[in-house]
C-alpha cells in the first residue's frame, strides 16, 4: 500500500494536508473522501487505520484536515487556535472543493482515481459537512455513509448566542487535550446567513444517490435520534440505517489508536459492503 501525503490550498491560500491512500498499480480505481469532525484531524484514532483498510478492500482513499482545524505543522497536535476560531461550515465546504478540483486537475491520483466513482464518508460534523457536499457539488458523488451524523447545524443554547453577540467568540474545551478552544462570531454569522442551504433535513430530502446511516446505540455527544431523522428525511430509494449496539460516538476507539474494537469493525464492514455495492459498478 502506498501513502502519499500532499498539501494543497483552498482558495484562500490556506493548506489542507491530505493523506492519499493506493495500492500499488492501481488504476482508475473507486476513491472514498473522507471527512473528520469538530475539534478532529486526519490523523486522529481510527482516521489512518480506516483509510487503510478501505484501501485494502480495493479503493483509494483521500483523508483531509480542514484548513482551518486548527492542526498546525505536528499533524496530532492544536496549535493555530486562530484559525480554528475562524472556522465555518463554508470555509469547509470550499476545502471540499479544493480537494474535488486537485482531483480533476490531477494534482491528486491522476491515472489512479476514476473520478466517475467518488464516494464520501464523514463522521459527526463531517457527516453533516459531507451531506451539505452532496448536495452542493452536484453529480460528483455515487454514494454516501456517515459515522454518528448530526442532523441539525443549529445547536447552540442561547447563552452561547448571548455570549457571540456581546463579547463576540464562545470557548469551548477539548476534553482530550484540555485546550480551551475559541469560536468566533464569524462561525454563528455564517449559520445564520445560509439557513436554507445549511438545512440537513432538506439536503437529505433532496438526495438521489445511495446514503448509509451509521450510528452508535450509546453515543452520548450525538443521539442516534439524529441519524433517524436524517434516514426518515432522506429520498434517495437507496438508503439504509444501521444502529449499533454497546457502540458509542467513536465506536470504542480513542487516540491515539491501540485496537479495534468489534463495533468499530462493524461499522467499517457495513461501510465496505455499501460501498461495495454502490461504488463498483
Given amino acids: 500500500m502506498v501513502r502519499k501525503v500532499y498539501h494543497i490550498q483552498n482558495r484562500h491560500n490556506e493548506n489542507i494536508a491530505l493523506d492519499f491512500r493506493f495500492e500499488e498499480g492501481s488504476r482508475d480505481v473507486p476513491t472514498i473522501l473522507i471527512l473528520h469532525g469538530f475539534k478532529g484531524f486526519k490523523d486522529w484514532g481510527f482516521f489512518p487505520n480506516l483509510g487503510r483498510q478501505l484501501t485494502q478492500s480495493g479503493y483509494a482513499t483521500v483523508c483531509f484536515n480542514f484548513s482551518r482545524n486548527g492542526i498546525g505543522s505536528n499533524p496530532e497536535v492544536f496549535s493555530e487556535f486562530d484559525k480554528f476560531a475562524e472556522n465555518c461550515y463554508s470555509h469547509e465546504l470550499e476545502d471540499v472543493q479544493a480537494v474535488l478540483q486537485a482531483i480533476e486537475n490531477g494534482t491528486i491520483g491522476k491515472y489512479i482515481i476514476d473520478r466517475e466513482r467518488l464516494g464520501i464518508l464523514g463522521h459527526s460534523r463531517g457527516g453533516a459537512v459531507a451531506l451539505l457536499s452532496v448536495q452542493e457539488f452536484e453529480d460528483k458523488f455515487l454514494a454516501i455513509t456517515t459515522w454518528a451524523s448530526i442532523a441539525n447545524l443549529y445547536r447552540y443554547s442561547e447563552e452561547q448566542i448571548k455570549q457571540w453577540e456581546n463579547r463576540g467568540y464562545i470557548e469551548i474545551e477539548n476534553a482530550r487535550t484540555k485546550q480551551v478552544m475559541r469560536i468566533n ?97
Fill in 185 to 281: 462570531k464569524s462561525f454563528w454569522d455564517d449559520l445564520q446567513a445560509n439557513q436554507e442551504r445549511f438545512d440537513l433535513l432538506d439536503a437529505v430530502g433532496e438526495m438521489e444517490i445511495p446514503a448509509l446511516f451509521i450510528h452508535g446505540k450509546e453515543d452520548t455527544s450525538v443521539s442516534p435520534r439524529e441519524s433517524e431523522e436524517l434516514f426518515e428525511h432522506c429520498a434517495s430509494f437507496q438508503k439504509k440505517l444501521e444502529i449499533i449496539e454497546s457502540a458509542g460516538h467513536t465506536f470504542g476507539i480513542r487516540h491515539p489508536f491501540e485496537i479495534p474494537t468489534p463495533e468499530y469493525e462493524l461499522a467499517v464492514n457495513l461501510t465496505e459492503n455499501w460501498f461495495d455495492r454502490h461504488l463498483n459498478i
